[in-house]
Nanobody, 121 residues
Framework: QVQLVESGGGLVQAGGSLRLSCAAS????????MGWYRQAPGKQRELVAT???????NYADSVKGRFTISRDSAKNTVDLQMNSLKPEDTAVYYC???????????????WGQGTQVTVSS
């Protein structure tokens, strides 16, 4: 079993900041990508930001310059620092890991349960 535990969501006013954290644990032996996706009501889940094991990052255009993703490979954690938040950032944010689970010989995708971020105007 692979567990992803997220923390840090909440309610914030427009222009404010939040930091999301996610820790991967369990039988995962190697992690390639880590990142965050989000899903707003009535919309499809979309990529927010990802980071590879080598530190390469990828951001959605809508968050570039405002959000920063980072990871601690030794601890299997990934954080998302969100600044200058806008009401349109309101969504459930999901932690994502692409990794190798013990007993498997292929990489698979794993998801957290999600954490709500609400930005009021």
């Amino acid at each position: 079993q692979v567990q992803l535990v997220e923390s840090g969501g909440g309610l914030v006013q427009a222009g404010g900041s939040l930091r999301l954290s996610c820790a991967a644990s369990g039988s995962i032996v190697r992690i390639y990508h880590m990142g965050w996706y989000r899903q707003a009501p009535g919309k499809q889940r979309e990529l927010v930001a990802t980071i590879t094991s080598g530190g390469s990052t990828n951001y959605a255009d809508s968050v570039k310059g405002r959000f920063t993703i980072s990871r601690d490979s030794a601890k299997n954690t990934v954080d998302l620092q969100m600044n200058s938040l806008k009401p349109e950032d309101t969504a459930v944010y999901y932690c994502y890991v692409r990794g190798l689970q013990s007993g498997k010989n292929y990489y698979d995708n794993y998801w957290g349960q999600g954490t709500q971020v609400t930005v009021s105007s």
